[in-house]
C-alpha cells in the first residue's frame, strides 16, 4: 500500500494538485483500505458502492463530503490503476451536493466576535484580518510578513486556492492593528507563527479553535467556522455595492458563479428593496357597486 500510495501522490503532484489536496486524497484511500483490510487493487466495484454506502447511512457523512470522496477515488482508479474512465464513472457516480447558501453575521455581530473577552492579541489580530480580507483559513495561517504591502494598503496571498496568487484589501484599521501587533510579536517570517515552532505557521486547526472560542465568548453561533468571517466579508462588501467582479477578484474566485452566490445578501437588506409592482397603477379587488 505504501508503494500505491506514493505513487497516487506523485500523480497528483505531476497534475498540479495542492498539499492539501494531496493529503485530503491520500487519507481517503488510506481509510477504504482500512475498512477493506486490502490494497485499493484488490477492492472491486461492487465494494466501492458498498463502502460509499457505509458511509452514507452509518457515518452519516455529508454529501459535499462524499463528493470529494468519489472524485479521491476516481483519480486514484484512473491515473494509478489506469481502470477505464467509463468504468470508473459507472461505478462511481457523484452525489449532487444540495444547493446551500453561506451563513453570515452582521456587522454588529463581527464586532463583538473581534473584540470577545480574553482573547490574546495575537490571536485577535488573526480573526480582524481574516475578516478584513476576507482570507480563506489556510491563506491567513500562511502569511508573511513581507505579504502586508503598505505602501499600495494591499495584501498579497501567496498561493491561494487553485494555487493561484492574487491582492486583496488592507484596510487602515486594519493595518494599525499589524503595527500594533508587530510591536508586541515581532515576527520574523509567518506574520502568525506557531507558538510552539516559531519557524511554522500557525495550523488551520488553531486558528479554527481560535474562532470557536471568540465565537462562544461572544455569545454567537459558530455558524460555519472561521470561514464565516470570509462569507460575511463577502456579503458586507456586495451590500455597500461593491461590483461583482471586483469582488471576484478580492476572493481568489476561478468562476464568477461562486461569488455571485453572495447576491442572496441579508434578509434585512431584501427587505428594503421594493417590487417593481410599487411602479404600476392597479385597479381595486373590491366589487363595483
Given at each position: ?159 491561494g486556492k487553485g494555487q493561484k496568487d492574487r491582492y486583496t484589501l488592507l484596510s487602515p484599521k ?116
Open positions: 500500500m505504501t508503494t500505491s500510495l506514493q505513487k497516487f501522490i506523485d500523480e497528483l503532484q505531476l497534475r498540479g494538485r495542492s498539499p492539501l489536496t494531496q493529503k485530503h486524497y491520500a487519507r481517503i484511500i488510506s481509510a477504504l483500505a482500512r475498512h477493506y483490510q486490502r490494497p485499493p487493487d484488490q477492492i472491486s466495484d461492487d465494494e466501492l458502492k458498498q463502502y460509499l454506502l457505509h458511509l452514507l447511512r452509518e457515518r452519516n457523512l455529508a454529501a459535499s463530503t462524499l463528493v470529494v470522496t468519489v472524485s479521491a477515488f476516481r483519480f486514484y482508479y484512473r491515473h494509478v490503476l489506469h481502470r477505464s474512465i467509463t468504468a470508473i464513472e459507472e461505478a462511481l457516480p457523484r452525489m449532487k451536493a444540495p444547493t446551500t447558501q453561506p451563513r453570515i453575521y452582521s456587522p454588529q455581530e463581527v464586532e463583538r466576535l473581534l473584540n470577545a473577552p480574553r482573547l490574546n492579541p495575537k490571536h485577535r489580530v488573526m480573526l480582524i484580518t481574516t475578516y478584513a480580507a476576507g482570507l480563506r483559513v489556510s491563506e491567513v495561517c500562511r502569511l508573511k510578513v513581507s505579504d502586508i504591502i503598505s505602501a499600495r494598503m494591499q495584501i498579497r496571498v501567496e498561493q486594519l493595518l494599525a492593528a499589524l503595527r500594533d501587533y508587530w510591536r508586541l510579536y515581532r515576527p520574523r517570517h509567518w506574520l502568525f507563527p506557531s507558538s510552539h515552532y516559531p519557524d511554522r505557521p500557525l495550523t488551520t486547526r488553531t486558528a479554527e479553535r481560535v474562532f470557536n472560542r471568540a465565537a462562544t465568548l461572544a455569545g454567537l453561533p459558530n455558524h460555519d467556522g472561521i470561514h464565516s468571517l470570509r462569507h460575511s466579508f463577502a456579503t458586507h462588501l456586495l451590500e455597500g455595492g461593491v461590483d461583482v467582479i471586483v469582488l471576484q477578484r478580492l476572493l481568489g474566485h476561478t468562476n464568477l458563479a461562486t461569488t455571485a452566490g453572495y447576491l442572496h445578501v441579508r434578509q434585512e437588506h431584501v427587505a428594503r428593496l421594493k417590487s417593481p409592482l410599487e411602479l404600476i397603477e392597479i385597479s381595486s379587488l373590491q366589487p363595483q357597486s
